[in-house]
């Protein structure tokens, strides 16, 4: 698996999970199957992990740069088991998310995420996603 925007560089999180370059497809389609979705926002399709219970405290994750909703995956385990509804999206640009048809400023960014809030009819949520200035 290779960092959106960056050919031949390893993925991170995947070399840290331990799992094998053949192997990283499989995982992806096993999560995705699992927890994936996408949602048309008024910028763009974005897509997103939704795991956990549907009434466990909620944490919404914004990826960082090069990376994707699976960003969190090497501590998710321990956040769900600790009763948390992490929902991890991709930012315009990265992981299964286009670029879309326009420039992308932050204000795109905190839209679409609230747009997929509504969407997922959560009205109250904790956390503070990694653009941390998408969530003001």
Known sequence: MYIDGLPNKPNLIFCALQIEPDNVLNYLGREEERFGGFVQ???????????????????????????????????????????????????????????????????HVADDMAFLLDHLGITKLTGVPLSSSASA
Request: some cysteine; overall charge negative; aromatic content about 6%.
């Open 41 to 107: 926002t008024p910028n763009v399709r974005i897509h997103y992990l939704d795991r956990g219970p549907q009434t466990g405290i909620r944490l919404i994750w914004a990826n960082g740069t090069y990376s994707n909703a699976h960003e969190l995956d090497l501590v998710s385990d321990s956040l769900l088991s600790a009763g948390l509804r992490l929902i991890t999206i991709d930012c315009c640009g990265h992981g299964l998310t286009p670029r879309g048809d326009h420039p992308v400023s932050i204000y």
